[in-house]
């Protein structure tokens, strides 16, 4: 199926209100905003010189396009009678495209044109309007005009961004991802045992440490990372709310996959979904303060409550049918590592697939920065719990849980917060995050498999007796000698009386 990725185009006109000669577009709000163009979509802009002197006519006009690979302009015309522009362009791809407008502008002998409107003007724009011939008084009353090689050139930049609209695919690509995360927690929860849980809440230390490494670590990692890097205001805010998001439902999955504690890994996430219904909104606060206006802040409070809904179902559903159906659970409970594959691969493959545009967007510094997030976020996780805790399974469950974030609240906390397209800029680090994520555990995944199967293949091999006398223990070297000496010693008794006999 052909993916139609839909697109909006924002023009912000870097022009003030009340400046003199102008053009003035259709269709734009009070910000000068020009919202109703979709990408892949061939679109017209039609505006109207106004408030120009009517002693000088448009003789040429230019455009310059720095940025063809997200627009292309395909014809500009001028109405001269009436004074209308119209450009018809092509939108290309989410993101800003500047672009110039240029008129030349002469003294005009051989034609008379209509008056520029002067309806609503201020002083000066009527000013500029009727000024006359001389070239001063244009040039002192009409100050976006300047003078070069015998034009008056009048130039207004047009910022060209991209808005993004969700299709059916991506739409079905969230669908089968929350149905393959809530099986999986169905599955793991016919796995975890009560007893279990209790006990690690009452010797909390693993779950302080995993707390802290998620709630705490985390967003300051976000922060470093920024300041390392040099990250633009939109991506530094996509990875802080990824980082101020934990609690992300597929970390049990990755967790029951490589062997880890899945009851203390069910038990963070329910924990610190929980919790972030106040660390969210501080760490946002505190290091997002520079770059984002804090009134205008719109929390994801309602996808949050889904999120930690989405996992007590499940989970509560499984340990349920283990206490009252232990056949049934186990059975279910049989099929988690194919959904922890197939969950695995479908966002390796058509996860990156339906985001390649994000790649378009943003600079190798930001993806090495979002894939930096995780990765380091799993280093630091494993680090400090080995340094604590030193369990295996416990390590392996936070250093997951530390790395693994709950990108959907991130997604729709910017989506409510900005407006497009600055949003679909901010969302695409948190997107891009989501797909770092697996890459480790694919690579663990891989490596651990091909290990089990060395291993059994080497139980078939031909083998030195030699060398396996020299490997076992000295004890059963022993016990072996002493046995061989016993037979021998048997074996000589039975050949003398055989021989006595005859």
Not at 64 to 74: A, G, Q, T, V, Y
Request: net charge positive; with cysteine; proline share 4%.
């Amino acid at each position: 199926m052909k993916r139609q990725n839909i697109y909006s185009f924002i023009l912000l006109l870097n022009i003030g209100l009340n400046l003199s000669c102008n053009i003035e577009f259709d269709k734009v709000d009070k910000l000068n905003i020009y919202r109703d163009v979709y990408e892949r979509n061939i679109f017209n802009i039609s505006g109207q010189l106004k408030y120009c002197p009517s002693s000088i006519i448009v003789r040429n006009i230019s455009l310059l396009n720095p940025l063809l690979k997200r627009l292309s302009i395909f014809n500009l015309t001028y109405f001269i009678e009436t004074h209308h522009i119209n450009i018809t362009a092509y939108a290309r791809l989410i993101g800003f495209a500047p672009l110039t407008i240029q008129l030349y502008l002469q003294n005009q002998t051989d034609y008379r044109s209509i008056e520029y409107s002067i309806n609503n003007g201020t002083y000066e724009q009527i000013k500029c309007s009727k000024s006359s011939l001389n070239h001063n008084e244009i040039v002192e009353n009409c100050q976006m005009l300047k003078y070069e090689n015998g034009y008056y050139i009048l130039r207004q930049t047009i910022n060209i961004a991209v808005k993004r609209h969700q299709t059916i695919i991506d739409l079905l690509f969230t669908s089968v991802v929350m149905f393959l995360v809530t099986t999986g927690i169905l599955c793991i929860g016919c796995g975890l045992e009560m007893e279990q849980l209790i006990k690690n809440i009452r010797k909390p230390l693993p779950l302080i440490v995993g707390l802290i490494c998620q709630i705490i670590y985390l967003p300051l990692l976000s922060f470093i990372i920024k300041k390392i890097f040099q990250l633009d205001n939109s991506t530094s805010l996509g990875l802080l709310s990824t980082a101020s998001s934990p609690g992300g439902g597929s970390s049990n999955i990755y967790t029951a996959l490589l062997s880890g504690d899945v009851d203390l890994s069910v038990t963070l996430t329910f924990m610190s979904t929980t919790f972030a219904f106040g660390t969210f909104p501080f760490w946002v606060w505190i290091l997002g303060k520079n770059y984002i206006d804090f009134k205008q802040v719109k929390f994801p409070w309602w996808n949050m409550f889904i999120s930690l809904i989405s996992l007590c179902i499940p989970a509560l559903t499984g340990l349920l049918l283990r206490r009252y159906r232990p056949v049934l659970a186990h059975r279910i409970g049989r099929f988690l590592n194919p959904i922890a594959i197939g969950y695995l691969v479908f966002i390796l493959t058509f996860g990156v697939y339906i985001n390649m545009y994000i790649f378009h967007i943003i600079d190798l510094k930001s993806i090495i920065a979002c894939c930096f997030l995780p990765w380091f976020g799993f280093i630091g996780g494993s680090i400090v719990s080995l340094i604590l805790i030193r369990d295996k399974k416990k390590i392996i469950a936070i250093c997951i849980e530390t790395g693994v974030q709950n990108t959907g609240v991130a997604i729709v906390f910017l989506r409510l917060t900005f407006p497009q397209p600055e949003s679909d800029v901010a969302l695409a680090n948190p997107i891009l995050v989501s797909m770092a994520i697996p890459i480790p555990f694919l690579i663990l995944f891989i490596t651990r498999s091909i290990m089990k199967k060395f291993l059994f293949c080497r139980k078939f091999l031909p083998q030195n007796n030699e060398n396996n006398i020299e490997n076992e223990k000295p004890e059963k070297n022993l016990i072996k000698q002493l046995l061989n000496e016993t037979n021998n010693e048997e074996k000589q008794q039975q050949e003398q009386q055989i021989g006595q006999i005859n």
